[in-house]
């Protein structure tokens, strides 16, 4: 309970340390957003998109699940995407996976996780698109930390094809997608700079939309 009761001293003090420097910061930050990004990220405690960015309340949209997926028929990370692109217009959009992630090591064993087995088989989907690139890896840690990138790389082609993205780049050339890891064991950010022209080349045809 102890615990419990001092988030609500860091709040005050949160409260405090922003007054200090800006009487007006709460009248600002309650006037409305327009932040510039849209961060997907894993649900992990360890990786807080603000903090790791160095963000200031107001400057990213953030949806975060288990492993930074992005499932097609998944209408809350859906919904994020449409109104941070459409509404917010969002300039960036990125995915950020992180190295020892859970999700993606449960799903490279076989345990049975109950109602998180649909959700890691999304997982196991990217392994067997990209499974002779995986295999060919040896080490079962270099392998995962393969696999953790290669998630973030399917996620974001996952976001590239939904229509509102499509349209709006059409139309702005906006929002840029961008694919990211973050190391636990450094605490830096690596941006994968993911060749989405290479990849998307010869399956454009497939997704692209009548816009
Ligand atoms: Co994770």
Redesign the pocket.
């Known amino acids: 309970m102890e615990r419990y009761r001092q988030i609500f001293e860091n709040n005050k003090k949160w409260v405090e340390s922003k007054l200090i420097h800006d009487p007006d910061y709460f009248l600002r930050l309650s006037a409305g957003q327009s932040p510039d990004f849209l961060y997907i990220?894993?649900?992990?405690s360890r990786?807080p998109a603000n903090e790791i960015m160095g963000l200031e309340p107001g400057e990213v949209f953030v949806h975060r699940n288990?492993?930074?997926l992005v499932v097609n028929t998944d209408l809350n990370v859906h919904s994020v995407i449409e109104y941070a692109v459409e509404h917010l217009k969002v300039k960036h959009v990125i995915v950020c996976?992180?190295y020892?992630?859970?999700?993606?090591n449960a799903a490279m064993s076989s345990r049975d996780l109950g109602l998180l087995n649909p959700w890691l088989r999304e997982i196991r989907d990217v392994f067997r698109i990209h499974r002779n690139e995986l295999m060919a890896i040896e080490d079962e840690q270099e392998r995962a930390k393969r696999l953790?990138e290669l998630n973030v790389q399917e996620q974001c082609v996952r976001v590239i094809k939904t229509a509102v993205v499509q349209k709006r780049y059409l139309k702005e050339g906006y929002p840029k997608v961008h694919g990211w890891v973050f190391d636990l064991h450094d605490g830096l950010l690596k941006d994968l700079h993911i060749p989405f022209e290479q990849i998307l080349e010869g399956i454009r045809e497939i997704y692209r939309l009548e816009v």
């Open positions: 990220g894993c649900a992990d990786v288990v492993a930074n996976g992180h020892g992630c859970g999700g993606v953790v």
